[in-house]
């Protein structure tokens, strides 16, 4: 049986609503041979914001690439500067993944009016499969 996935790129917040969605991806292509990106976008305001927010980004990307070679996926890491519905398309258009994968806060509609929805501008944006997986309220 084949797979009509190739490559996903899967959205990390470093924060422990990634365990949803890691522990998602990995179920679905630990013996498949799917290539997997993971991504996190560093948004900042000032120079020193940017530097805490890179350290944290590359601990957290590294912490999560090890879960997956552990897992003996083929995975690498990306990190993204800027503003995140912006530069998450920009990564989507510029790479060649057939999936999204994410996890969501589960904020309702007055919270993501207040904090705005990554997932909800990619519904929008892009053209391949978005898998987007809740995280449990108490990882938010």
């Known amino acids: ?28 292509v630990s ?4 290539r997997v990106t993971l991504a996190h976008v560093v948004h900042s305001h000032t120079l020193d914001q940017d530097r805490d927010l890179r350290e944290k980004c590359a601990t957290c990307l590294a912490e999560r690439l090890a879960q ?6 083929d995975a690498a890491s ?16 510029a790479g060649d993944y057939d999936l999204v994968a994410l996890a969501t806060h589960g904020h309702k509609a007055f919270m993501d009016v207040l904090y ?12 391949i ?11 938010s």
């Not at 009509?4 to 917040?13: E, G, P, Q």
């Not at 705005?116 to 053209?127: E, F, Q, R």
């Open 31 to 34: 013996c498949s041979g799917i």
């Open 68 to 73: 997956f070679k552990g897992a003996g996926i």
């Open 116 to 127: 705005g929805s990554v997932s909800d501008h990619l519904k929008h944006s892009v053209d």
């Open 129 to 139: 499969p978005i898998l987007m997986v809740r995280g449990s309220r108490s990882e």
């Open 1 to 28: 049986m084949s797979c009509c996935f190739s490559h996903v790129l899967v959205l990390l917040d470093c924060s422990p609503v990634d365990d949803a969605i890691v522990n998602r991806v990995v179920k679905l």
């Open 78 to 93: 990306l990190m993204l500067s800027g503003e995140p519905e912006v530069e998450i398309v920009r990564a989507i258009e």
